[in-house]
């Protein structure tokens, strides 16, 4: 089982390439250790504490973890142990309403790590997405302090006061064929020809043992409230289902297909590029 924790911007024909890094990770035995911000990332106390990336009670339940080995391009590689934490929320927020979510969604959490069949009603769907943000804000958390955060201040704000999502977020859960615990996310600029409409985007994408998710918020102009984002084409229909926006739908899972680990089809690399269209324009409109 590998953790890895991979930021990355990423240009191809439709996307205009951004100031680039990348994070990616390695088998390694290092001692465990954390990064560090001088406030709290969701409410700006200066009273910050050690917060897991993966919570405590997933970490007891998947407990075959590897290390991290981070790798920032011009800059020295550093390596943590998959038990990873980040000094970056206050006693307060771990404590008060993180520990609640983490109560909340627990339940319907493991049920889908541990490969249970189950109905999901509309209120397990929103606790899903609602970890699932969570976990994609922490994991943006980890990058240096002089590189660009894509969920600002009043995005976190607004998540820890009322649990409201940033515009244009949309997640998908999916099941993993294996077990894992690990995570990655990347930053994506984009550039519609037909438009001229160019912004930013985010997606991380994480197994959590036998469930996959996917975070992907989109920033548009102003001057283009409503952008198209390319998508690589696939039957995404068939191994994974959205779960955010909020609907009042009540899905069966697990999907019908799942993802693996060997490449091509249906594997994660694929899920996890597939923002980035391919060179034959093989891509769909989405967002």
Not at 19 to 44: D, K, L, Y
Not at 178 to 198: K, N, P, Q, V
Request: contains cysteine.
């Amino acid at each position: 089982m590998e953790f890895w924790v991979s930021y990355g911007v990423r240009g191809r024909p439709l996307m205009r390439q951004m100031r680039a890094h990348e994070w990616g990770t390695r088998h390694a035995n290092v001692n465990s250790s954390h990064m560090s911000t001088r406030t709290c990332i969701f409410c700006e106390s200066p009273d910050v504490s050690l917060e897991h990336v993966w919570p405590k009670w997933l970490l007891k339940l998947l407990p075959d973890r590897r290390p991290l080995r981070q790798k920032l391009i011009g800059r020295p590689e550093s390596t943590f142990t998959g038990d990873f934490k980040i000094k970056c929320v206050c006693t307060t927020c771990n404590n008060g309403w993180m520990s609640d979510l983490e109560r909340d969604s627990q339940h319907v959490m493991s049920l889908l790590a541990q490969d249970i069949s189950i109905i999901l009603e509309p209120k397990y769907q929103t606790l899903i997405a609602e970890w699932a943000l969570k976990i994609a804000i922490l994991l943006e958390a980890t990058k240096p302090k002089d590189f660009p955060k894509f969920f600002d201040a009043n995005d976190r704000k607004a998540f820890r006061l009322k649990r409201t999502f940033p515009n244009s977020v949309h997640i998908w859960a999916g099941r993993y064929a294996d077990s894992g615990l690990f995570g990655g996310a990347a930053d994506f600029g984009y550039f519609i020809r037909e438009t001229g409409a160019s912004g930013t985007g985010s997606v991380s994408t994480m197994v959590i043992g036998r469930l996959v998710l996917q975070v992907v918020a989109v920033k548009f102009p102003d001057d283009h409230p409503s952008v198209q984002v390319p998508m690589r084409a696939s039957n995404w229909h068939l191994s994974l289902i959205q779960i955010y926006p909020k609907s009042d739908r009540t899905l069966t899972w697990p999907p019908v297909h799942s993802f693996h680990n060997q490449g091509g089809p249906l594997s994660l690399s694929e899920l996890k590029y597939r923002w980035n269209p391919t060179d034959d324009g093989s891509s769909e409109p989405h967002l």
